[in-house]
């Protein structure tokens, strides 16, 4: 059973930046799609970016043109470099591979003045 664990989240003022990784405990050669999702208070978890075949991305609306989904094969870590965060950014975040029901315990990331 594949083993998540984020890290790099905190509390940022609007505007800034922060890269969140996640560690997989398999090797990500063999997984066909990484991901990250979010769920913020109150509202259902949600997938905002994945990475295909290791070429192809996609990015939900809320969340194009200001993070990036990259991996690092020879570490086995997923990143997600998240700049011009906004207050509705604020969730907790999770990575994932295969779209599947394995998950960590997630970072919370909290955008505030």
């Known amino acids: 059973q594949v083993q998540l664990v984020e890290s790099g989240g905190g509390v940022v003022q609007p505007g800034a930046s922060l890269r969140l990784s996640c560690s997989v405990s398999?090797?990500?050669?063999?997984?066909?799609?990484l991901a990250w999702y979010r769920q913020a208070p109150g509202k259902q978890r949600e997938l905002i970016a994945s990475?295909?075949?290791?070429?192809?991305?996609m990015y939900d609306d809320s969340v194009k043109g200001r993070f990036t989904i990259s991996r690092d094969y020879n570490k086995s870590m997923v990143y997600l470099q998240m700049n011009k965060l906004k207050p509705e950014d604020t969730a907790v975040y999770y990575c994932?591979?295969?779209?599947?029901?394995?998950w960590g315990k997630g970072n919370q990331v909290t955008v505030s003045s």
């Open positions: 398999v090797s990500i050669f063999s997984v066909n799609a």
């Open positions: 994932n591979t295969n779209y599947d029901d394995h």
């Open positions: 990475l295909v075949s290791g070429r192809r991305r």
